[in-house]
């Protein structure tokens, strides 16, 4: 995580991706209350729904007994989505790409790809158990 950023708001949610609907209410409010633009709330909405399944689904690797927490953190003119899981965390350094041909066919694989071009940055942390995605806001 980035030096300065400060925690506002975090959910903790059952691993289940019929749970989206709780991230999507929490980009909405984050959404509204910092006048994020259309534009930007679209490449949020994606990007924190991606990083969300992926933690369901790659990381928690669907049971229910664990939760993926959901923090939105600020800074200055910059805001922060971080999304934890409880999995063994992944190689993030050596993902295939998504754009290959060879790759092109296959439906899973996106995810990560989206949120790295739809946002400012995305790091990760804790061995790819948490994932901390960076936009830069007009404020």
């Known amino acids: 995580m980035k030096d300065g950023f400060k925690e506002v708001k975090t959910i903790e949610i059952p691993t289940d991706v019929n749970s989206i ?4 209410r929490m980009i909405d409010e ?3 209350t910092n006048n994020i633009s ?9 990007s924190v729904t991606e990083a969300f399944n992926n933690a369901v689904i790659h990381g928690n690797k669907f049971d229910k007994n664990l939760k993926v927490v959901v923090l939105f953190l600020e800074k200055d003119k910059e805001i922060c989505f971080s999304i934890l899981d409880k999995g063994n965390g992944f190689d993030y350094e050596n993902l295939p790409d998504p ?4 790759n092109i066919e296959k439906i899973n694989g996106r995810g990560i790809f989206l949120m790295k071009n739809l946002s400012d940055e995305v ?5 790819g158990s948490r994932v901390n ?7």
């Open 21 to 24: 609907q709780e991230v999507e």
């Open 99 to 102: 754009t290959a041909p060879e």
């Open 38 to 46: 259309g534009f930007l709330y679209g490449n949020i909405l994606i």
């Open 30 to 32: 984050v959404s509204e």
């Open 133 to 139: 995605i960076y936009f830069k806001t007009e404020r």
């Open 123 to 127: 790091e990760f942390e804790d061995g």
